[in-house]
Every structure is written in C-alpha cells, then in structure tokens.
Nanobody, 124 residues
Framework: QVQLVESGGGLVQAGGSLRLSCAVS????????MGWFRQAPGKEREFVTGIRRNSVSTSADSVKGRFTISRDNAKNTVALQMNGLKPEDTAVYYC??????????????????WGQGTQVTVSS
C-alpha cells in the first residue's frame, strides 16, 4: 500500500518561505507523477504544481515564479519550496501520486494516492 505523509507546514508572515516535504512509502516514486494541491476553507481543492516521471514540472499561474516542486527518487520524497508567500496561499496542502499511463497532472481525480494534508497559514 502506498502511503504519503506531508510535513513542513506552519504559520509564516507574508513574504516568507516554507518548504513542504512529502515522504512516500510502499513503492518507488519513480513510478509516479506527483502533485501538490491545496484547499482553502469554503473552496474547492485546486492544483498547485506537479512533476512528471521525467521530472518535467508545471505550476498554476498563481504560484509561478514563487513555488518550486522537486523530486528525489533515491529518497522517495517530493518537496515544495514556497517563497514570497501571500495570505491567499493559506490552505491545507496535499501531496498526491498517480501511476496512470494517461492522466492530467492538473486534475485531482486522476491521482490515486493522497496524503493527509498539512496546514499552511500566511499572515498579513
């Protein structure tokens, strides 16, 4: 069974940085495309950034230039470096994995495994 565990969330002032980590167990992440999603209170879960098996990444326009995703297949982890945080980045952040051959990296429904989420709060 594949399990994902996020860590690194917390409270930070606007303009600050946080680094989230997603530790994966049960199978090598080299088999998966990985994504980060977030969900703010009263809003739908939204795509933040994702990285394919070949390490090509893509991000939502709202975080481009501020957030960076990376993967370390040897350590079976995925990281999300968040710089220039804004209050509107406040949300629960989820790590997700998909092993499908055909998928949309942007679509939450195409991911098979999810972490429990970690809270990120950005104060103004």
């Amino acid at each position: 069974q594949v399990q994902l565990v996020e860590s690194g969330g917390g409270l930070v002032q606007a303009g600050g940085s946080l680094r989230l980590s997603c530790a994966v167990s049960g199978r090598s992440i080299s088999s998966y495309a990985m994504g980060w999603f977030r969900q703010a209170p009263g809003k739908e879960r939204e795509f933040v950034t994702g990285i394919r098996r070949n390490s090509v990444s893509t991000s939502a326009d709202s975080v481009k230039g501020r957030f960076t995703i990376s993967r370390d297949n040897a350590k079976n982890t995925v990281a999300l470096q968040m710089n220039g945080l804004k209050p509107e980045d406040t949300a629960v952040y989820y790590c997700a994995a998909t092993g499908r051959a055909v998928y949309s990296i942007y679509r939450a429904g195409d991911y098979d495994y999810w972490g429990q989420g970690t809270q990120v709060t950005v104060s103004s």
